[in-house]
């Protein structure tokens, strides 16, 4: 079990907006900063949103991330199909003293 | 740009010591600023972190593995390595070593090795 939580799943039709949400608590995402991963099947993750809001040079600005208290949103706008996807939220856990991850949501363009 | 190639067995038999090594190219294991980490996804699931080497030496270690855990560097092979003892089936995953920046409370994992499946079975 996870100490973030996701949604398991999530989809949308192309063009449409899909919002990811992640939970935690204040020794984690009320603490921390939050980074969101994402990982296409049988691939390894890679990083696409740090320090809540912050996007990597080369990641499409149809992906923002948000931070309220303790929880964290990913928001893709202007779905497409290539964004098929799990995408793993994950920030430091200071009750745990580790680094945690929520379990995951899959994205599906319909 | 840094990459990161890790290689092992990827088959254990159960009670053994799982051993895993990360080959960097591009940068060095050794360069200020830097953790070096483990982290794993049991097959279908989320991913765990294993712990974190920093350039230094220092380890620091998920506690629920910590007593079985030990993160290593070979600075001359610009490597750093996992090892995971008395490991049962419960440890079959797919390892991933990932180079860790850390700056004034922010972490992110950057970049991801492509993954080594273990699997742990007589």
């Known amino acids: 079990q996870s100490v973030l939580t996701q949604p398991p799943s999530a989809s949308g039709t192309p063009g449409q907006r899909v919002t990811i949400s992640c939970s935690g608590s204040n020794s984690n995402i009320g603490s921390y900063t939050v980074n969101w991963y994402q990982q296409f099947p049988g691939t390894a993750p890679k990083l696409l949103i740090f320090s809540n809001d912050q996007r990597p040079s080369g990641v499409p600005d149809r992906f923002s991330g948000s931070k309220s208290g303790t929880s964290a949103s990913l928001a893709i706008s202007g779905l497409q199909s290539e964004d098929e996807a799990d995408y793993h939220c994950a920030a430091w856990d200071d009750s745990l003293r580790g680094y945690v991850f929520g379990s995951g949501t899959r994205v599906t363009v319909l | 740009q840094v990459q990161l190639q890790g290689s092992g067995p990827g088959l254990v038999k159960p009670s053994q010591t799982l051993s895993l090594s990360c080959t960097v190219s591009g940068g060095s294991v050794s360069s200020g600023g830097y953790y070096w980490s483990w982290i794993r996804q049991h097959p279908g699931k989320g991913l765990e972190w294993i712990g974190y080497?920093?350039?230094?030496?220092?380890?620091y270690y998920n506690p629920s593995l910590k007593s079985r855990v030990t993160i290593s560097m070979d600075t001359s092979k610009n490597q750093f390595s996992l090892k995971l003892t008395s490991v049962t089936a419960a440890d079959t995953a797919v390892y991933y070593c990932v180079r860790v920046i850390s700056w004034g409370g922010n972490t992110k994992f950057d970049p991801w090795g492509q993954g080594t499946l273990v699997t742990v079975s007589s």
């Open positions: 080497i920093y350039y230094t030496g220092s380890t």
